[in-house]
T-cell receptor, first 114, second 112 residues
Framework: DAMVIQNPRYQVTQFGKPVTLSCSQT?????MYWYQQKSSQAPKLLFH???????NEADTPDNFQSRRPNTSFCFLDIRSPGLGDAAMYLC?????????????FGQGTRLTVV | GNSVTQMEGPVTLSEEAFLTINCTYT??????LFWYVQYPGEGLQLLLK?????DKGSNKGFEATYRKETTSFHLEKGSVQVSDSAVYFC???????????FGKGTKLSVKP
């Protein structure tokens, strides 16, 4: 059974039109991450939640926001998508942040901006 | 800051060939090291990990040894199968927040 579920798998949005991607988990993990992965590039960490604490990466554009209303769900909001935001967006969870803690990934949402 | 560098792909091998995918890292402190694999149409899955120097992670015939002296964590498999075709990501977890940092990934294609 899928433990980290991302919806939708494919999302097409218009240039400048706000879009929300969702992620849910059944693992009851404390940490939830959002990564952006462009073709042939490393997944890039955008931000993460440790429980309710939001941790933004320094180079994440303000256009990207996130919400975590409860332990199970986390959302990625792109306020005004540009063509350069087309990418695969990966959600991941982990029990904790330290040491050898494994991260569990969803299947990703591929975002197309038209 | 922390970073991971892995060999460029794609790598194409014949079945039963020996595989090496090189990975080196830059990090402060003592990071944990990981290999993740992404099969077509699926999310990333943990393949193996090592949490301290000289540890060897192994799974499904794949191995990697944490070499602090060379800051490396090369992935090896003695005999690859067609089913090993996937993208392989080297990663480290370190720093004050234990963020998971990835390399660019290496695509492996195994031909029958």
């Amino acid at each position: 059974d899928a433990m980290v579920i991302q919806n939708p798998r494919y999302q097409v949005t218009q240039f400048g039109k706000p879009v929300t991607l969702s992620c849910s988990q059944t693992l009851n993990h404390n940490v939830m991450y959002w990564y952006q992965q462009k073709s042939s590039q490393a997944p890039k960490l955008l931000f993460h939640y440790y429980d309710k604490d939001f941790n933004n990466e320094a180079d994440t554009p303000d256009n990207f926001q996130s919400r975590r209303p409860n332990t199970s769900f986390c959302f990625l909001d792109i306020r005004s998508p540009g063509l350069g935001d087309a990418a695969m967006y990966l959600c991941a969870t982990s029990r904790d942040r330290g040491g050898g803690t494994e991260a569990f990934f969803g299947q990703g949402t591929r975002l197309t901006v038209v | 800051g922390n970073s991971v560098t892995q060999m460029e792909g794609p790598v194409t091998l014949s079945e039963e060939a020996f595989l090496t995918i090189n990975c080196t890292y830059t990090a402060t402190g003592y990071p944990s090291l990981f290999w993740y694999v992404q099969y077509p149409g699926e999310g990333l899955q943990l393949l193996l990990k090592a949490t301290k120097a000289d540890d060897k992670g192994s799974n499904k015939g794949f191995e990697a040894t944490y070499r602090k002296e060379t800051t490396s964590f090369h992935l090896e498999k003695g005999s690859v199968q067609v089913s090993d075709s996937a993208v392989y990501f080297c990663a480290l977890r370190g720093g004050s927040q234990g963020n998971l940092i990835f390399g660019k990934g290496t695509k492996l294609s195994v031909k029958p």
